[in-house]
């Protein structure tokens, strides 16, 4: 089983019980069956990131702003799947690691913030578990 979880600060951002499993041969989730893409998906507080990062590691994040902390503030996604952008602040976020970026020589309120992450197993098939547990 391959898991990922990173030991970053995020920006007190108060937990909410995460602890669901999708299978990525369904077609809903059809678009992250392929590296590099991403898809959102209902829970955390403002909906929840599910980016393929390889073959074996999938990385999740909560799309509430840390900026902003409204849940009408949600990062949305950008054109290639990469950098969400928060629809509020503007701050783009990387889904590599989930830190606000500058970007074009602006910097943005985020620059430096962290989304939250939640823990991905991938049983190396079909099941991808987000959790916070």
Do not use: W
């Not at 995460?18 to 898809?39: A, H, K, Q």
């Not at 702003?65 to 950008?78: F, N």
Request: overall charge negative.
């Amino acid at each position: 089983m391959f898991f990922s979880c990173k030991t970053k600060q995020e920006e007190n951002i108060s937990d909410v019980p995460v602890n669901f499993t999708i299978d990525i041969n369904d077609p809903l989730y059809r678009e992250i069956r392929t590296i590099g893409n991403s898809i959102t998906v209902i829970g955390g507080h403002a909906g929840i990131v599910i980016y393929r990062f390889s073959q074996d590691e999938f990385i999740a994040f909560d799309r509430l702003c840390p900026v902003e902390k409204k849940t009408s503030c949600q990062i949305q996604p950008t054109d290639d799947d990469l950098f969400y952008t928060c629809e509020c602040c503007n701050t783009p976020y990387l889904m590599i690691d989930g830190t606000g970026q500058s970007k074009n020589d602006t910097v943005f309120a985020g620059t430096g913030k962290f989304l939250k992450e939640y823990r991905t197993y991938y049983d190396g098939i079909s099941q991808v578990r987000i959790t916070n547990f």
